[in-house]
C-alpha cells in the first residue's frame, strides 16, 4: 500500500493546493471540509480514486478519528496538515472576553484535534509520520484587530514546537509553516469587494511589505509543505518555517517612512 495523508481545510486555498500537491506526488489525500461545495473541483481530477472528502469540522474529533480511519484504509498514513481555521476579527476593547477567547479557540481547536488524531495513529502503527500545522504571518507580526488569530496562530507554533520535542523520540516529526500574503481565493475576493482605486492601492501595499515584492501563491506554500512532509526532511523538526516573501523579516526605515508622509 502506498502513503496517505490528511489536509483538514482542504477544499479551497492553501488547503488546495497542498491536496493538488500531494495527489500529484502520487499520494492519497483524504480532505476534512465543512463545505461539501469546496471540492466539486475534485469530481474530474485525474487523481480521483486517490482522493477522499471527508465533511465536517476539524474540531470534532469524531471527524478526525473518521479520517484517519479513511486515510488507513487506503495506505499507510504518512502524514496530516492541519490547515483549517476561522478568520474573524476582534479587538479587546470592542468585544467581550468570551468572544475574544471563543475566536482563538475556534483557530486553536482544529490543530489541537488534527494533531492528537495523527499522533496517536503514529504512536498505534509503530509510523515516524509528519505533521505540518499551517500558521501565519502574524504569529510573529500581528496586525491590529486581529488578535484572536494572531494568539491563536501563536500557540499553534508553541504547540508545534512542544510536539515535536515529545514526539520525537518515537521519531515523529511535527513542524509548521507560516504564509505570508497568499493570493488565495478568499484574498481575490477582498480585492474584488474594494473600488478599483483602493484594490490598485492594497495590492501595491502589499508589494512593500514583500521583499520580494509580491504576494505568494498557494502552491508555494504546498511546496514547502510537501517538503516538510517528506523524508527529504527527515532531521527537520520543531521548525516554523515562513513563507512569506520575506515579510515577517522586513523592517521598515522610520526615515524614510517619515519622508514618505507615513
Known amino acids: ?35 461539501a461545495e469546496s ?14 472528502f471527508v465533511e465536517g469540522s476539524a474540531s470534532d474529533e469524531a471527524v478526525t478519528e473518521h479520517a484517519a480511519d479513511v486515510a488507513q484504509s487506503a495506505g499507510t498514513l504518512r502524514g496530516w496538515v492541519n490547515n483549517a481555521a476561522l478568520f474573524r476579527d476582534a479587538s479587546l476593547d470592542t468585544s467581550p472576553t468570551r468572544t475574544v477567547l471563543e475566536l482563538i479557540s475556534a ?3 482544529p490543530a489541537v484535534t488534527g494533531c492528537a488524531s495523527a499522533v496517536r495513529r503514529f504512536l498505534a502503527e509503530g509510523t515516524q509520520g509528519s505533521v505540518v500545522n499551517i ?17 491563536a496562530k501563536a500557540a499553534i507554533e508553541g504547540l508545534t514546537r512542544a510536539l515535536a520535542v515529545e514526539y520525537g523520540p518515537h521519531g515523529i516529526r511535527v513542524n509548521a509553516v507560516a504564509p505570508g500574503s497568499i493570493g488565495t481565493e478568499r484574498y481575490a475576493a477582498l480585492l474584488a469587494a474594494q473600488q478599483p482605486d483602493v484594490g490598485a492601492r492594497v495590492e ?41 516573501g520575506g515579510r515577517t523579516v522586513l523592517g521598515r526605515d522610520p526615515d524614510l517612512l517619515q519622508s514618505a508622509g507615513a
Open 135 to 151: 500558521t501565519s504571518h502574524q504569529a510573529r507580526r500581528p496586525v491590529p484587530g486581529c488578535t484572536p488569530y494572531a494568539t
Open 39 to 52: 471540492v466539486r473541483w475534485t469530481e474530474d481530477h485525474p487523481a480521483r480514486s486517490r482522493f477522499t
Open 1 to 35: 500500500m502506498g502513503s496517505a495523508y490528511v489536509v483538514t481545510g482542504g477544499g479551497r486555498g492553501i488547503g488546495r493546493a497542498v491536496v493538488e500537491r500531494l495527489l500529484a506526488d502520487g499520494h492519497s489525500v483524504v480532505a476534512v471540509e465543512l463545505d
Open 107 to 109: 483557530v486553536m481547536d
Open 204 to 244: 501595491a501595499e502589499m508589494r512593500e511589505l514583500h521583499p520580494l515584492g509580491r504576494t505568494g501563491l498557494p502552491e508555494e506554500v504546498a511546496s514547502a509543505v510537501a517538503h516538510l512532509l517528506s523524508p527529504e526532511a527527515a532531521y527537520i523538526t520543531g521548525v516554523t518555517l515562513p513563507v512569506d
